[in-house]
């Protein structure tokens, strides 16, 4: 793999005025997290996490990661992360990931991988710690339309069925029609073989959904001692229910982050908007809203209700009844977990950046944000095309129809460019306005309506021209188009849309240990990266 370049997030327009303002450490922004993704800032952060996570905390965790994975080969480095979880110097990094039929899109390895490299770099900066990387399985989410497919090479490869409550506990039925669909569209070369052997091996052969990611993503990086984590469980969940208790009787979060997001507003979008009560009643194939009204706690589409003595005994009795929506899933992620930071989208940290004051009235150590890598791959073939084309990695990320445009007007024989009539048209109505205010001023009118009209008739001319200069360099416009929709698929980015199974099946085995070695997570810019 060879590096090319990297650019910043803010000159590739893909990401929002919250994400680039936080990169830059905007003042604006500073008043919504703890500290800034630096590596002398996880000092404090350790400092921070060893005084309020408690040992008995530790031994929960443990104990149910040994028992979530007692039915799959672990491997050597994986089993040592986990026993060190029970050390007072273990500290972990976070991602989360919905459970996306085959991964889902390709920022799925780049957020694992960018996990797994900053435990490394930060196990070299302190050596007397141990930093474990963990992915969190979003195994409670409910939205299965956003998971049911994963895209390849502008296909749709979807699973067809019905689904209700949590997604994690969905059985792998009628995956046998998606394992067709996988044969048929992805050959029968070696690498090929090997994704096909992999889905039936992570689908075909476990009960839900659940159980088939923790298979596929431990296949994929348990060499790097990942430790994958299902937290809709009951021992985990007792841990979290005096801040369950706290939600039902004080909605503490909807209070907090409601002053927080008036705050955010001003200068920035609103990610998510608390509920009153921010939790989900989970049972079986239900998972519903917890509606406090009339005195009563009501359980959105069902005849199902509480008193609030019934509510609390259900959570004393039933902890795992409780399910956290997105507001509250990081507070019950940090009381779990002897962690330090979270790695996330753009659309994850913005969410993130309302919850501090929440963490602070819970008393809970609100953990370092960080954005994780992005990259555009090219193969050798690709990258040889631009050249071709004289088409920069900074012109890549121009929407197409600008991107056309400005190459044509740099290939065509003809100038496309009316400035300088422009700018003498503007200097001739400036004698015309002259000459009407010594004369009669209500004539300016008339004056400035015939410029406007003028200059909107160079505006039309230019494009007229442009568009016969496109229809002549047909050729040129389609290479463009084609090889700018290869790179960004559906106008999107790449990471954003493909699946990791179309590298996979050029690069194969080798893939991941090059983005392993090429992305850096503290870098904080977009890479581009060849394939060789």
Sequence with gaps: MNFLKTISYKNTGYFSKTVIDYLSQSDDLKSFYNLFPNIKNFKKQIEQKTVSFPLKNRKTLVKTLYKQYQHIEISKKTKENIALLAKENTFTVTTGHQLNLFTGPLYFLYKIISTINLCERLAKEYPKHHFVPIYWMATEDHDFEEIKYFNFKNKKIQWERESQGAVGRLTTQNLEEVLKTIKTSFGTSKNADYLIHLFEESYLKHQNLTDATRYLTNELFKEYGLVIIDADNVALKKEFTPYIKNE????????????????????????????????????DNLRERIVFKDEKYLINNTKIQFTKSEILK??????????????????????????????????????????????????????????????????????????????????????????INKKIKEISNLKIDFSKQRQLLKEQFNQLKIVAQQTDKSFIGAVNAQEKKQLNGLDKLEKRLLKAEKRKLHEIVQRITLNQDELFPKQSLQERYANFSEMYLEFGTTLIPLLKEKLQPLNMEFSIFELQ
């Design 248 to 283: 039902l009787l004080n909605q503490t979060a909807f209070t907090e982050i409601n002053k927080t997001n008036k705050q955010l507003s001003t200068n920035y979008k609103i990610q998510v908007n608390p509920r009153e009560i921010n939790l989900f009643y989970l049972n």
């Design 314 to 403: 259900e959570l004393e009795n039933h902890p795992e009844h409780f399910s956290p929506n997105v507001i509250i899933r990081p507070l019950y992620q940090e009381v779990i977990l002897p962690n330090l930071c979270y790695i996330g989208g753009g659309g994850e940290l913005a969410y993130w950046l309302e919850l501090k004051s929440y963490f602070d009235k819970e008393k809970t150590p609100f953990p370092i944000l960080l954005l994780r890598n992005s990259a555009l791959i090219m193969s050798e073939k690709q990258h040889k095309k631009l050249q071709k084309l004289f088409i920069s990695k900074e012109e890549l990320f121009l929407k197409q129809n600008n991107l």
